[in-house]
């Protein structure tokens, strides 16, 4: 929680008190919303981590007060000479308080107005000494007129963000996953398709790319374990016969169960591994001292937003039969938490969120009114629904365990138009049990964490078999002009499993050494990955392309065929029935693999004078990887003058990412499907087994290098964040498609996956916040600006992505010139010029608050090639054209009502995106446009205590 004071007017002092007053008062989070008319205090802010490093005890208290959210003022002559140590991992706020001042002979007093001030403690305890947190001492301490910063301006080396508790319950966003909530975070980029106007009534969480990385490439944490699915984060047609569609993150957290959200984009610790963009590190909040709850519903409805659509699309979206054109949906949200401490060292926490959503559409292909009027509607459903249960033991001051449990089953609910049986249900989501255990050994801070996991990409369906007949008397339900459909693709697993423990381990002293202060840490990781895929049941598919006509449907042993023959006229041929010559056999099977991972790193901060420097190695062995990695980290900071609050920053950094499952299993899973014919006898015989269309080469881990370089200037009313990031990508995997000894392509393939990806990526931001909730007509105002550029530039989209053969960067004409296909801008994730503000506001006294969101975003240029070619350098090379799209504009607004009734506190939350209804366009083809959706409302209603 976040407290803001407006300012009161000090009493007269002396001139060299006055230069030396020192006043800190930190919000929690960089998005933080306006005054809190709860004030948080040591007890009730519940634990959570603390990143704080050994130096000097004012700056200490100043990072613990960015971190935990409360007010703190005092005298600087308090503080000056004295150090405090190191704190790092999860802490109540009293407990990280009296770390930080133990051996001091200091303490914090609570002051009248629920801020903290700092004095000195009474010789003894019969002089009436205070535990922190005690009440104010009767005569009144003086209240110092206090000034705000950020938590994120803070941040040492530059690359970590914060978004605290209160944000992230009050940030405009339907859905209510994380992610949509980055959009203050001006490293980021988002998926096109995922703002579209056509698809909000799906609830997956919206994709992200970080300083140019690929969206699968980023690291999600949960209280430390991981959120990401390892399966098949790119597949995503519901409709494929062997494949299931996966997400980048595999269980995804709703918002409002999170007390905080740390975004490190650059200059990330070796302690973090597998990503190539940044980490995403949410943490549940720890149970408070007394019981407390919190319910609450919410609902989205298409009534309630403005859809557009191209002209040249209406009709078709008006009668859709496809996922891809959602004209209606509703979405309802259920979340409900309880917490409490059934003793001083035991914490339970439970919360249970479950999201729905329907989308009614036609079952049917609007030119055809089948003989079957039930499949004039068909809905498809999406549900989530996440419970987990979090307990936390403190005995004493030094030793902390926890342990976690969550399922967090998803279903999506799917049809195949103009089809009967076509109903199939996708399941993701899952399941983990982790817990951890922090403490004090031999001069170290350890923390252990040890968790099991298991994902899905599934799917069942109705019918074993999918057939697609001509139309007929007696198959009469699909268009005329096309055929008839039945079933589906077959009931399929893709499972992952995964057992992991990690360490990290940190001095609690800080090491002399030339002159300079070092504190090691280090730490290591060990992972069992297991994956399998497996067909539960033979399915058989009986395409358009093997119908044949015939008169007879009792095969040579006398038995009528009524499964895959008709003797029905058909519509094209009425003297004529059909049977089915060919099929294709998925045969039921199942494929698994099995890698281990092995991760170590290491860590020095060194400080000399206004000097730190954080060096790291971490070194990783993946088994789904040919070899090793050695990945070194470089960041540090400058501060020129110690009087004057300007910190200059750099970092050279190397990340490597995750090597994912769908290819080693691709390899194989072919074997399972063989072929079927039969003639006139109507007698199956079986045909040759497919043989795998995809191989794997010797391949390597795909990795980034970057270098950072960044200021940051923090004034008593404002700080001022400046930051370039440039990012190398390399050895990315791909696939290519050799030609066999004629010189042509073989079928559909085979395709080899390679490392021949690569690209670059140039980040600039300005971020500009308000460090001091102005107050202004009876509220408490706060702000934040950004003004980033972004210019990325790939020769791929995804790891399914197709290039040349030979590994070579081939020529292309763009814009007139000739570049490498590297060099070409992305098309995707790659807005240039994106601009953010945030205003949030809170009226203590009518107990409401309003936080406002606006995002304005450049023109955006679609490159694609044109399908033509110029003679160039002795070969060919094609000409990629762009199309441009004007610039967008979208302000969100979340308006919040809560009164007080004692401990009782309902409330009502009025959500609106795109509030000024503007038709942005994200992306098009030819003349069709796609924008993203108008003004949208949502409403939530609920209860605290």
Request: net charge positive; charged share 20%; glycine share 8%.
């Amino acid at each position: 929680m976040s407290l803001f004071l407006p300012a009161s007017r000090p009493a007269r002092r002396q001139p060299a008190l006055r230069k030396t007053l020192l006043v800190l008062a930190i919000a929690a989070s960089c998005g933080s919303s306006g005054a809190a008319p709860d004030r948080p205090t040591l007890d009730s802010v519940a634990a959570r981590h603390y990143e704080i490093p050994a130096g000097p005890l004012g700056r200490s208290l100043a990072l613990f007060a960015a971190q935990s959210g409360l007010g703190l003022s005092f005298e600087p002559a308090l503080a000056e000479g004295l150090r405090s140590p190191a704190l790092s991992g999860s802490l109540s706020a009293r407990m990280a308080a009296e770390l930080l001042l133990a051996g001091s002979e200091l303490e914090l007093v609570a002051l009248s107005d629920g801020s903290y001030t700092l004095r000195r403690r009474p010789p003894s305890a019969a002089t009436g000494a205070q535990a922190p947190g005690a009440a104010a001492p009767s005569t009144p301490l003086p209240v110092l007129p206090l000034v705000r910063t950020r938590a994120g301006a803070l941040d040492e080396h530059g690359g970590v963000s914060h978004i605290g508790e209160r944000t992230l319950r009050r940030f405009p966003a339907v859905n209510g996953d994380v992610t949509s909530v980055l959009k203050l975070h001006p490293q980021l980029q988002f998926d096109n398709a995922q703002l579209s106007a056509l698809t909000q009534g799906e609830i997956a969480a919206a994709d992200i790319s970080i300083n140019g990385a690929k969206y699968y490439q980023n690291l999600f944490l949960l209280d430390g374990v991981s959120l990401n699915n390892d399966l098949d984060p790119v597949a995503s047609n519901a409709a494929a016969v062997a494949d299931v569609p996966g997400t980048s993150q595999g269980m995804p957290v709703d918002k409002d169960l999170l007390c905080s959200v740390e975004v490190h984009d650059s200059n990330v610790s070796a302690r973090y591994g597998e990503f190539q963009g940044g980490v995403v590190r949410a943490e549940l909040c720890e149970a408070r001292r007394s019981l407390s709850g919190r319910v609450s519903y919410s609902l989205a409805r298409s009534e309630w937003s403005t859809l557009f659509v191209d002209p040249q699309e209406e009709e078709d979206l008006r009668n859709s039969t496809s996922a891809a054109r959602q004209p209606r949906w509703s979405k309802q949200t259920l979340r409900a938490t309880l917490q409490g401490r059934p003793s001083d060292t035991l914490g339970i926490t439970a919360y249970l969120t479950q999201t729905r959503s329907l989308i009614p559409l036609r079952g049917y292909a609007a030119s055809q009114t089948p003989a079957d009027p039930s499949l004039a509607e068909q809905d498809q459903t999406r549900r989530k629904t996440d419970g987990l249960v979090k307990l936390d033991w403190r005995p004493r001051r030094d030793l902390h365990a926890w342990a976690t449990l969550r399922h967090e089953p998803m279903r999506d609910q799917y049809f195949l138009q103009n089809g009967r049986g076509t109903d199939f249900t996708v399941r993701g989501g899952g399941e983990s049990l982790s817990g951890g255990l922090a403490h004090d050994w031999a001069g170290q801070q350890l923390r252990h964490e040890l968790s099991y996991q298991r994902m899905e990409n599934s799917r069942r369906s109705a019918l074993p078999y999918f057939k697609f007949w001509y139309w007929s008397a007696d198959k009469n339900w699909g268009d005329p002009t096309k055929g008839s459909a039945e079933g589906s693709w077959g009931d399929v697993d893709t499972v992952q499993r995964t057992l992991a423990y990690s360490l990290d381990s940190r001095l609690q002293r800080a090491l002399p050494l030339a002159g300079a202060e070092h504190r090691l840490s280090w730490g290591l990781s060990l992972r069992q990955r297991e994956a399998h895929y497996e067909r539960l049941r033979d399915h058989y598919s009986y395409g358009a392309n093997n119908r044949a006509l015939t008169r007879n449907c009792t095969d040579a042993n006398g038995v009528v065929d009524t499964e895959a023959c008709s003797l029905a006229p058909t519509l094209a041929n009425p003297g004529q029935g059909q049977y089915f010559a060919k099929r294709d056999v998925f045969q039921a099977g199942r494929l698994a693999l099995t890698a281990a991972q092995f991760g170590a790193w290491v860590e020095d901060q060194a400080r000399w004078q206004g000097l730190s420097l954080r060096l790291g190695l971490r070194a990783d062995r993946d088994e789904l990887a040919s070899r090793p990695t050695l990945a070194p980290r470089l960041a540090g900071s400058w501060t020129p003058l110690e009087a004057w609050p300007l910190q200059l920053q750099f970092g050279l950094n190397r990340y490597y990412g995750r090597s994912f499952f769908n290819a080693a299993l691709r390899e194989k899973r072919q074997t399972l499907q063989y072929a079927q014919s039969r003639g006139k006898d109507l007698l199956w015989h079986d045909g040759a087994r497919e043989k795998p269309q995809n191989r794997l080469e010797d391949l390597r881990s795909p990795y980034d290098d970057e270098r950072m370089l960044g200021a940051a200037y923090q004034a008593r009313d404002w700080s001022l964040a400046l930051k370039w990031v440039h990012r190398e990508s390399r050895d990315q995997l791909t696939r290519t498609r050799p030609k066999d000894s004629s010189g042509q392509y073989a079928g559909v393939g085979p395709y080899v996956y390679t490392n021949q990806g690569r690209g670059s990526a140039d980040n600039w931001s300005v971020e500009l916040n308000g460090a001091r909730a102005l107050a202004w007509a009876g509220g408490y105002h706060r702000w934040n600006l950004s003004l980033s550029r972004s210019q990325q530039r790939s020769n791929h989209a995804d790891y399914e992505a197709l290039l040349p053969a030979d590994g070579s960067d081939p020529w292309i004409k763009y814009k007139g010139q000739f570049i490498r296909l590297s060099d070409k801008p992305a098309d995707n994730y790659n807005r240039p010029w994106t601009a953010r503000a945030s205003l949030s506001t809170e009226w203590p006294a009518a107990h409401l608050s309003l936080y406002q969101f606006a995002r304005w975003q450049g023109g955006y240029r679609k490159v694609a090639s044109t399908n033509k070619s110029e003679p160039f350098d002795g070969g060919l090379a094609t000409i990629y054209a762009e199309t441009d799209f004007k610039p967008s504009f979208a302000w969100d607004m979340s308006l919040s009502w809560q009164p007080r009734f004692g401990r009782h506190r309902p409330f009502v939350t009025l959500s609106v995106e795109n509030l000024t209804n503007r038709r942005n366009v994200i992306t098009g083809a030819g003349d069709t446009m796609t924008y993203e959706k108008g003004r949208s409302a949502s409403l939530q209603v609920g209860y605290e205590f």
